[in-house]
């Protein structure tokens, strides 16, 4: 594979403010920077701005000012329709088609940009090798012939498939049983570190965020950066009161617990 061994484009928000037209600041004023290779988690309160953060680095929300670059390039610069599909997005109900099946939903950005049949469907084959689904038994079902865990690897295998050197991730496990989870969110860490994947995640649970993030920023309301630091140092000296007072919510937090 192309990407193995190599670290992709970061992700620098310089400023970046989001006003909803009712008058709401989800995101005051953000400076911060992922770097390439790197997991970092958004934490924070319901409300606090993760999701809106996250969903203007691939446009589905427009800043209303301050810059956002992706490997360099400005996004705003971009044309938002290409952004988005060379940017993977992961959610949490994964937005499978239900009448395509596992293959053909895996293929559909690559036929959005016209990849050569051959070469589409090689990818489809190493992409869900990659996360576990074998492709003879896996392509031809449908997605509700899968388990919530199954569909969400489908997810990750298409938000690959073009190859993104970032991921964007909103609860990308939130609606897998705990088990489940547990197990997509380690092999999603190999395959991260496999292909020197930069990720973006938003995820309510900090036991996540510890479990998987290189880095952890802690956001309050208005999406203010309370905290920037691994999950090591924020669990053993939190910033300040807001930051101690999120994570005593979570009891017993460990690296590996
Ligand atoms: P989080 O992901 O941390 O739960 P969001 O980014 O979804 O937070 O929302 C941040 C703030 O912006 C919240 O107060 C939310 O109510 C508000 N918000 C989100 N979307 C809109 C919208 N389309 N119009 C107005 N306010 C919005």
């Known amino acids: 594979m192309e990407q193995v061994g190599t670290d992709h484009g970061g992700i620098t928000f310089s400023k970046v403010r989001k006003e909803y037209p009712d008058g709401t600041v989800a995101v005051g004023d953000l400076d911060l920077v992922v ?12 409300g606090c701005g993760k ?15 301050g810059s956002i670059t992706v490997d360099g390039q400005d996004v705003m610069a971009a ?8 940017i993977g997005y992961v959610i949490q109900h994964v937005g499978l088609f239900p009448h395509k099946t596992v293959a053909q939903n895996v293929a559909t950005v690559p036929q959005l940009v016209k990849w050569p049949k051959e070469r589409i469907g090689a990818r489809v084959d190493e992409l869900l090798t990659l996360v576990g689904l074998e492709p003879e038994l896996y392509g031809p ?6 388990s919530g865990g199954q569909r969400q690897r489908v997810g990750v295998a298409r ?16 609606a897998v049983d705990p088990q489940g989870r547990r197990r997509l969110q380690r092999e999603f860490m190999d395959l ?12 309510h649970d900090m036991r996540e965020a510890v479990l998987m993030a290189d880095r952890i920023a802690v956001l309050s309301t208005g999406g203010v950066l309370e905290q920037l630091a691994s999950p090591e140092e924020i669990v053993d000296n ?20």
Not at 35 to 46: A, K, R, T, W, Y
Not at 79 to 86: C, D, G, H, I, Y
Not at 141 to 146: I, Y
Not at 238 to 257: K, T
């Open 35 to 46: 770097n390439p290779g790197e997991i970092l988690c958004l934490v924070g309160p319901s």
């Open 51 to 65: 999701s809106t953060t996250l969903r203007m680095v691939n446009r589905l929300i427009e800043p209303t000012s």
């Open 79 to 86: 044309q938002a329709v290409e952004l988005r599909r060379s």
């Open 141 to 146: 079902r449908f997605p509700h012939e899968l």
């Open 159 to 174: 938000a690959l498939a073009v190859e993104p050197p970032v991921m964007l991730m909103d609860e990308p496990f939130g």
């Open 192 to 203: 991260q570190r496999q292909l020197g994947l930069t990720v973006m995640m938003v995820t």
């Open 238 to 257: 939190p910033a300040n009161d807001f930051v101690a007072d999120f994570l005593a919510d979570f009891d017993g937090l460990a690296r590996n617990a």
